[in-house]
């Protein structure tokens, strides 16, 4: 299946119907089409370096959309940058992914990027171009196969972001098996409620746009105001939700949340972090008629790997929840320290192999080389993941790594602790995941202060936060903070980690 | 219902004490409250005091210090 010959066709026979909705602001599939063409035409006439990144900056307005497809056709990868990601991030984004191009969907305060020598397309030079409904390149000039298709940054050790490489072919193979084991039927509502930063906004939108689906933002404005977020969402006719746990919770604390809110919703469909069995058993009695499905997998893997409907019966025979059946096209093998393949029942590290596992981090040989390599021919990832499974049903159980989900969103430790070392106040620190019910509630930083003028500590902390909040996303930085004259320490000179973790667990 | 539980509840969900001594401090300019800060403080007062507030009751123009939290609260009994 061609993603975009599937958008095209839809465009063709129904290019009336809607495609996209941010409030009032509507695209129909017509327009979506033409607009990218325009796009594309504009770009291929740019003569930039071929398959060159183009970054696509912006939260949900109808015209990432357009941007995203626009840059397809032309031949490059996109990478999708929030509004949300704090300006030190996105220059090290452009420094490190060598992208060619810059479209603003919205306003970016350039000033604020450091020796910003990309070329760039302002809001308005973009609603200009798109407007010109020029016919866009020729097929032949639109990514396929092996080529990225978007490239999607993420938390990284080092204390940088990592581009992750999705190729046509990842994403072919992840769409097809939305439409084979989703009851995913023609013409249907879509929630789209992740930033198109992260990959959870993959699951819905080109499952969407292929089966001529409506896309039904929710933005960032809408979840800090919940009375406009329920207006919406009693608007919005949903038939697909998808989103994280988290956001699910957050909308359970409205007792108004029911199917009466939403009569035609029929699917939920769940990814970012372990889906916990409580709000599996609101939904399923608030939503009788909604089948409820937990997936699984990394974004290094295209969105997901494995699902499971979550049903009574199944929630009666499990504390936990599965992650689910592997998808057809893809195995997963569960290996020991040595890489042995061990056996059922047995716990490891999983590893994913098939078509949707990307080709590796964008410019970074080192990460790649410990992360992927060849199985048998075909593409593997190690998730540092630990699971094991039982007669093909997959369990999760954990990190072998300081990868952590807080409320859904996938990060690092060491990057926190990184940026926060370049802090002017931090001398030292570490940062430990404090869990509440089995899930991180939020995250603690232990600091050596370097010296300074503040009378209270929340001062300090505030003044480290704001230093901090320049160089990561919000959802990364910690929520509490405590100061000491030194680090707890092992025997053999390691900070002890686990000492800190214990000290918050009570 | 005394403020300072009210205050006491905050300082725990923030894990910030400064909230206790400065009621009228804005949680949401000093970054001590987020959106899901608010959906555990708002479970917390229905379990400690038996309020319970929709969600779509919290504006952060209304609800944005420990002082009028506790006011708005205090309504509520």
Known sequence: MNILSAIQNIALNNEDSIAFQNGDATLSYGDLWKQSESLAAYLTTLNLPKKAPI??????????????????????????????????????????????????????????????????????QL????????????????????????????????????????????????????????????????????????????????????????????????????????????????????????????????????????????????????LPTEVANKLLKLFPDARIFNTYGPTEATVAVSAIEVTEELLNDHSSLPIGYIKGDTQMLIINEDDQILSDGEKGEMIIVGPSVSK???????????????????????????????????????????????????????????????????????????????????????IVPKEHSFEKEYQLSSAIKKELAKSLPAYMIPRKFNYCDQLPMTSNGKINRKQLIAEVMV | MEKQKVYELLAEVCQEDVVVEQPDIDLFEEGLLDSFGIITFLVEVEEKFGISVSITEFTREEWNTPNRIAEQLAERV
């Open chain 1, 360 to 446: 590796g981090y964008l410019g970074e040989e080192t990460l790649t080389e410990k992360a992927f390599f060849e199985y048998k021919g075909q593409q593997a990832y190690r998730t540092g993941d630990v699971g094991y499974q039982k007669k093909g049903l997959h369990f999760y159980s954990g990190r072998v790594d300081f990868q952590v989900k807080v409320h859904g969103y996938r990060m690092e430790i060491e990057e926190i602790e990184n940026n926060l070392l370049q802090c002017q106040y931090v001398d030292s620190c570490v940062v430990v995941p404090v869990y509440k019910n089995e899930a991180i509630d939020f995250l603690a930083a232990y």
């Open chain 1, 127 to 274: 609603t200009n171009i798109v407007a010109e409904h020029s016919n866009g390149a020729s097929t032949s000039t639109w990514v396929k196969e092996n080529d990225d298709f978007y490239i999607i940054y993420t938390s990284g050790s080092t204390g940088n972001p990592k581009g992750v490489q999705i190729s046509a072919r990842n994403l072919e193979s992840f769409v097809s098996w939305m439409h084979e084991d989703f009851p995913i039927t023609e013409g249907k509502v879509f929630l789209n409620q992740a930033p198109f930063s992260f990959d959870l906004s993959v699951m819905d939108l080109y499952p969407a746009l292929t089966t001529g689906a409506t896309l039904f933002a929710i933005t960032k404005e809408m979840i800090a105001n919940p009375k406009i977020l329920f207006g919406q969402l009693t608007q919005s006719k949903t038939n697909v939700w998808t989103s994280t746990p988290s956001f699910v919770q957050m909308c359970l604390m409205n007792p108004e949340f029911t199917s009466e809110m939403l009569p035609s919703l029929n699917t939920f469909l769940f990814c970012g972090e372990v």
């Open chain 1, 55 to 124: 970054i696509v900056y912006g939260h949900m307005a109808p015209m990432m959309v357009s941007s995203f497809l626009g840059v397809v056709k032309a031949g490059h990868p996109y990478i999708p940058v929030d509004v949300s990601i704090p300006k030190e991030r996105i220059q090290k984004i452009i420094e490190r992914s060598g992208a060619a191009f810059l479209i603003e969907t919205e306003n970016l305060e350039r000033d604020s990027l450091q020796q910003s020598s990309i070329p760039y397309m302002s809001e308005g």
